[in-house]
């Protein structure tokens, strides 16, 4: 059963530490998204990805994030340094080009 | 700009009832409409999408919606709603690239 992988499934942090989430998108998929989901924000599209090249990252905060994938397997996206107003649910998604978007679980990340 | 409605936050039904979720879209072109739920916890599991062709769409778990172009919206329902259904729906329009844009969700409670 191909899924979408995130690791960790929850992250508590302090401010100022660097924290780096991953994502296994499924096998296949050339997309790759990186989604934030607040209270406040709703879900929000930070970056994303196709055939491993950045296509769009204007969702996200640059100064402090990065998006990369180093492989066709792995995407990462890495916050140095956090902030409490991070803290967040951090949604990886995966799909081919014009087709449908498939979610990992995950990431709950809370910076104190 | 696109964009996705959800005006009911929060929802509460009896189990057995019936239920209509509203999404309304601003899309210049014909929209890929999608609904998708959220348990608690959990990731986002799409319920159905509409590209083309039929108004009235099927989707898992028993949902259907109906895109109306005139209306401009993409309504989900269930003839009779299980207390498993209980979670959070989102409601997305597709953007070019395979983007989603989300609605800001509506929370269904089921009352027993």
């Known amino acids: 059963d191909a899924r979408v992988t995130q690791t960790p499934r929850h992250k508590v942090t302090e401010m100022g530490q660097e924290v780096t989430m991953r994502c296994q998108p499924i096998?296949?998929?050339?997309?790759v998204f990186w989604y934030r989901q607040t209270m406040m924000q709703g879900l929000e599209l930070l970056a994303y990805?196709?055939?491993?090249?950045?296509?769009?990252d204007s969702g996200m905060p640059k100064d402090r994030f990065s998006a990369e994938m180093p492989d066709a397997t792995l995407a990462t996206l890495k916050i140095q340094p956090s902030e409490p107003r991070d803290s967040a649910v951090y949604f990886c998604?995966?799909?081919?080009?014009?087709?449908?978007?498939?979610f990992g679980a995950g990431t709950r990340l809370s910076v104190l | 700009a696109q964009s996705v409605t959800q005006p009911d936050i929060h929802i509460t039904v009896s189990e057995g009832a019936s239920l209509e979720l509203r999404c309304n879209y601003s899309y210049g072109a014909t929209p890929y409409l999608f609904w998708y739920v959220q348990s608690p916890g959990q990731g986002l599991q799409l319920l159905l999408k509409y590209f083309s062709g039929d108004t009235l769409v099927q989707g898992i778990k028993g949902f259907e919606a109906e895109f109306k172009r005139s209306q401009s919206s993409f309504n989900l329902r269930k003839p009779s709603v299980h207390w498993s259904d209980a979670a959070e729906y989102f409601c997305?329009?597709?953007?070019?690239?395979?983007?989603?844009?989300f609605g800001q969700g509506t929370e269904l409670s089921v009352k027993p």
């Open positions: 998604a995966s799909g081919l080009e014009g087709g449908l978007s498939y």
């Open positions: 096998l296949g998929h050339n997309t």
């Open positions: 990805f196709r055939n491993r090249a950045p296509l769009d």
């Open positions: 997305a329009v597709y953007r070019e690239g395979g983007k989603l844009i």
